[in-house]
């Protein structure tokens, strides 16, 4: 399954990479697929014009994690941001933290 793609290849993530999207959607069918990139899109209307390079994105049914991507797989110091009012700004603000580079990293959330 797609979910494990950096824990079970993490010497095939090069850096600088493309970045890497995964879409965690249960059940795992297109259009459930589809709903979930659907309503990323609509609470972000920069996704098109947003560079993904170097970046991780898990798109959940309440929110979105991103984080860098670092060669080996390496997905600390990310964020979750919430669908609602504001995502955009929010996640915008986000994006631009994990650029800025080193000090301005969020600790993963426990999800276990």
């Known amino acids: ?10 010497n095939s993530i090069p850096s ?14 297109n259009s459930r697929l589809e709903q979930l990139v659907g309503r990323f899109k609509a ?11 170097g970046l991780y994105l898990e798109i959940g049914e309440q ?4 984080s860098l991507l670092r060669s080996g797989g390496d997905t600390a110091g ?4 919430a669908f609602g ?4 700004g929010n996640f915008g603000e986000v994006l631009v933290k994990l650029r800025a580079g080193p000090g301005t990293s969020f600790p993963r959330p426990d999800t276990t």
């Open 78 to 81: 990310g964020q979750c941001v």
């Open 63 to 66: 929110d979105v994690f991103v």
């Open 16 to 29: 600088p990479n493309s970045g890497l999207i995964v879409v965690l959607a249960r059940p795992n069918t």
């Open 43 to 53: 609470h972000y209307a920069d996704w098109y014009q947003t560079d993904w390079a």
């Open 85 to 88: 009012e504001n995502f955009s």
């Open 1 to 10: 399954m797609d979910l494990r793609i950096i824990s079970e290849n993490p």
